[in-house]
């Protein structure tokens, strides 16, 4: 009696199985039975609460890490890319321009940073420089009045640049980026040797650039890309010499774009 006693004063605070130990020894008492029951209960009811707070968390994981994947995939742009492609470039400059026109092959490794936010842009473009401006090329040999001067050549140009870019627009499958760059030009003019020979120009070169994302694949681009170099030196027989040159050009271009390794 003094057990039953000292189990009623303390009943809220002894755990479940005491009191099956004790209904082990006195199988009949009623407030135990009646106890037990209550204990029981409160157990299978903080178990299911338990197993509901968990089911809870992991929807709650699965549809934030769901809705987290559905908005990249709904973004154009998110990986690096690589991208090829050809464009046609347009000289400046009036009569200091050595050619009017340019066919690009171009090639760019986009590393896209800060989340989507920006791109930083590394462009090879290798051209063929064509429509020779005779203005600048009888004015550079000083060519006579009435001389049969052969400009029908081909020149060449090759630029790396190095851009970074912040993404203007960036939706499902449209994008936009739009920035500086800056690099170094390498260029060719293709001279009459009969008059004299054109030095090859290597000068660093700057302006800005836009890319266009159209879905997973299409790329387009424009690009004005300034020179510091303004003179060509050519050189005769007898001295050599230093011309106005503008070497300044707009490219416009598209491009097959897809998914890098790296």
Not at 144 to 170: C, H, K, M, Q, R
Request: proline share 3%; with cysteine; net charge positive.
């Amino acid at each position: 009696m003094r057990i039953f006693f000292y189990i009623s004063k303390m009943h809220h605070f002894i755990p479940l199985k005491v009191y099956n130990k004790y209904l082990e020894a006195k199988p009949g008492t009623d407030s135990v039975k009646k106890r037990v029951a209550e204990l029981s209960d409160k157990k299978n009811e903080k178990a299911k609460v338990a197993n509901e707070v968990a089911v809870v968390k992991d929807v709650y994981r699965s549809n934030s890490h769901s809705t987290r994947l559905k908005k990249k995939q709904h973004l154009n742009l998110m990986d690096n890319y690589y991208s090829s492609g050809i464009g046609y470039g347009i000289g400046f400059g009036g009569d200091k321009c050595p050619y009017k026109g340019a066919v690009s092959f171009n090639a760019t490794d986009g590393f896209v940073i800060a989340k989507g936010k920006a791109v930083v842009d590394l462009a090879f473009n290798s051209a063929f420089l064509v429509s020779a401006n005779k203005t600048w090329f009888y004015n550079a040999y000083q060519a006579p009045p009435g001389a049969n001067l052969d400009v029908s050549g081909i020149g060449y140009s090759e630029s790396v640049t190095l851009g970074l870019f912040p993404v203007a627009v960036n939706n499902k499958n449209l994008s936009l980026a739009v920035g500086p760059m800056a690099g170094v030009n390498f260029y060719i003019i293709s001279g009459n040797y009969s008059y004299g020979s054109i030095d090859s120009k290597i000068t660093l070169c700057y302006g800005v650039k836009t890319n266009l994302y159209l879905g997973e694949n299409v790329m387009f681009f424009m690009q004005l890309m300034l020179n510091a170099a303004n003179t060509a030196t050519l050189s005769d027989t007898y001295s050599g010499y230093s011309v106005p040159t503008n070497y300044n050009m707009l490219n416009i271009g598209i491009a097959y774009k897809f998914d890098t390794w790296w």
